[in-house]
T-cell receptor
Framework: SAVISQKPSRDICQRGTSLTIQCQVD?????MFWYRQQPGQSLTLIAT?????????ESGFVIDKFPISRPNLTFSTLTVSNMSPEDSSIYLC???????????FGPGTRLLVL | AQKVTQAQTEISVVEKEDVTLDCVYE???????LFWYKQPPSGELVFLIR??????QNEISGRYSWNFQKSTSSFNFTITASQVVDSAVYFC???????????FGKGTRLHILP
């Protein structure tokens, strides 16, 4: 496995603002992903963060709302833009050392939008 | 289509009791992977096990054991002699192909009462 960190661990934000979440891994990984977990719900994949190119978004998620960067093999960011209370969730990044192998998750970022 | 069903939304047992968490999956593919993750109150998702469809051998790891039955499309998880620290939400998940996304069940919230 790997040590995966996320910043911030939690935040309270005002509607209409944006928040950037960072995901750092202590070793190079092939794949990085971003998930959303709404209160009391399961995990929903937002997108696959591709190194050096645009992220691949799942149905229902768009780049304007959730821009993602992945400048190298150990780091990615997810921005939640123009936030509304419906964006209040836990946001988790996950990694795979080899594509299709086990996904390991970061500690998550708890976001509350007022 | 692929689907994971965790019919038990919430379970409460007294410490030291054994408890089994059920997971039923649906897929028409013959090659697939099954996972269990634990999410304690802290929010992080902890990987527990990965099993491929060609390996029906049951697995035991300490107090944890998994029963994979292709005939009933089930991958159940048993905790023996439960402890309060086992209290968490447990997710069962399915991945059909290596480049497909992981599909999570809705999770089972487990309360271990002292």
């Amino acid at each position: 496995s790997a040590v995966i960190s996320q910043k911030p661990s939690r935040d309270i934000c005002q509607r209409g603002t944006s928040l950037t979440i960072q995901c750092q891994v202590d070793s190079q990984v092939t794949m990085m992903f971003w998930y959303r977990q709404q209160p009391g719900q399961s995990l929903t994949l937002i997108a696959t963060a591709n190194q050096g190119s645009e992220a691949t978004y799942e149905s229902g998620f768009v780049i304007d709302k959730f821009p993602i960067s992945r400048p190298n093999l150990t780091f990615s960011t997810l921005t939640v833009s123009n936030m509304s209370p419906e964006d209040s969730s836990i946001y988790l990044c996950s990694v795979e050392f080899q594509a299709g192998e086990t996904q390991y998750f970061g500690p998550g970022t708890r976001l509350l939008v007022l | 289509a692929q689907k994971v069903t965790q019919a038990q939304t919430e379970i409460s047992v007294v410490e030291k009791e054994d408890v089994t968490l059920d997971c039923v999956y649906e897929t028409r593919d013959t090659t697939y992977y099954l996972f269990w993750y634990k999410q304690p109150p802290s929010g992080e998702l902890v990987f527990l096990i990965r099993r491929n469809s060609f390996d029906e051998q049951n697995e035991i790891s300490g107090r944890y054991s998994w029963n994979f039955q292709k005939s009933t499309s089930s991958f159940n998880f048993t905790i023996t002699a439960s402890q309060v620290v086992d209290s968490a939400v447990y997710f069962c998940a399915l991945r059909v192909n290596r480049d497909d996304k992981i599909i999570f069940g809705k999770g089972t919230r487990l309360h271990i009462l002292p």
